[in-house]
Nanobody
Framework: VQLQASGGGLVQAGGSLRLSCATSGRTFSSYAMGWFRQAPGKEREFVATISWSGGVTDYADAVKGRFTISRDNTKNTVYLQMNRLKPEDTAVYYC????????????????WGQGTLVTVSS
């Protein structure tokens, strides 16, 4: 499985961005997907995850109510809609795939994309 994240950029605080993660392979619908982020000098942290069907989602407390994860299994793509962005959301955002159930733990994921940089200016 190959993952390609896109959609990052520079945005002012309060603005919005939508990240996309396109995947290869015919078994996308069998994978739970997650978004993680890593700010300079910090460890990679969980942002959001979605089950293979899209029926279950989970979010980090820091983004709950502002970010929405979704997926389109017909397009082999997962999305992260980010609203009301804050400077502390600045990070490289990574998408990841995990066979079977969703998880908030980076080490549980099998495949990772290359990351896309999100910069939020104050």
């Amino acid at each position: 499985v190959q993952l390609q994240a896109s959609g990052g950029g520079l945005v002012q605080a309060g603005g919005s961005l939508r990240l996309s993660c396109a995947t290869s392979g015919r078994t996308f619908s069998s994978y739970a997907m997650g978004w993680f982020r890593q700010a300079p000098g910090k460890e990679r942290e969980f942002v959001a995850t979605i089950s293979w069907s899209g029926g279950v989602t989970d979010y980090a407390d820091a983004v709950k109510g502002r970010f929405t994860i979704s997926r389109d299994n017909t397009k082999n793509t997962v999305y992260l809609q980010m609203n009301r962005l804050k400077p502390e959301d600045t990070a490289v955002y990574y998408c990841a795939a995990r066979w079977a159930s969703y998880s908030t733990i980076p080490g549980n994921y099998d495949y990772w994309g290359q990351g896309t940089l999100v910069t939020v200016s104050s």
